[in-house]
Every structure is written in C-alpha cells, then in structure tokens.
C-alpha cells in the first residue's frame, strides 16, 4: 500500500506508530531516496535516537548528536497525550527542501504510543 498524501504543499513521505516501554531510548533511520527528493544525488539514512525524559522541569524538545546519530529527547512529553501543533523541520535538504516531522505521543500505563509523519517541504531559492 502506498498513501500519496499533502498538507499544505508538503508532500507525505511516510510515517508510522510505535509503542515504547518507558526508560527505553528507541532507534530508527528515517532513509531518504532520490524519488523523495530529486535534489539528493544518492540515497541518504539519517540515524535517529529518541529518548523520553520525565524528569525536566518543563515540556520540551531538544537535540544532540552520539556517533553521528541526531538523538532527539522529549522532555515532560509523559502526559495524557501531547503533539506538535505545526511541521517541524527536522532536516534541511541542499538548499531547496526540508524534511519535516509532525509527532504525537500518549502514554498508557508506563507504555508511549509514539505517531511519527515525515513531510518533504521545497521552496523556490
């Protein structure tokens, strides 16, 4: 099955659920080829980690980098259900494209049902 989806003039690039047991760092590459985005020269993976911190102060977002890997934490994203209310640009591509995420998250017990959506966004140099 394959979905050709839009939002806005964003092009669908996929997207899944997960569910990940609290206190597990979770691992995936988000590969990107030349079909999603004609200014790639080759196919490129882009390693992630996601991480949940509960223990921060405030609700948050932040980003670093372990061996070569973005490692993406949410931090206080623990509550009943939490999302980010526009496209995030995750990865910038060239100069004409971005990689966007829109992301949701619900806890139940001590399980996440993380929702992932991968956007291509281009625009005009």
Not at 38 to 59: G, R, V
Request: aromatic residues 10%; charged residues 20%.
């Amino acid at each position: 099955m394959m979905i050709n989806a839009k939002l806005g003039k964003r092009k669908y690039l996929g997207g899944a659920s997960f569910l990940i047991p609290v206190d597990m760092n979770f691992e995936f590459i988000l590969t990107l080829e030349e079909k999603d985005c004609p200014s790639l020269s080759k196919t490129t993976d882009f390693p992630m980690i996601l991480k949940f911190n509960d223990y921060a102060d405030n609700q948050s977002v932040s980003f670093s980098t372990i061996d070569g890997k973005m490692v993406m934490t949410l931090h206080n994203w623990n509550g009943v259900a939490t999302t980010l209310n526009e496209p995030f640009k995750l990865i910038k591509i060239e100069t004409n494209a971005d990689v966007e995420m829109m992301m949701a998250n619900s806890r139940v017990g001590t399980t996440n049902h993380l929702s992932l959506q991968f956007w291509l966004n281009t625009y005009e140099e």
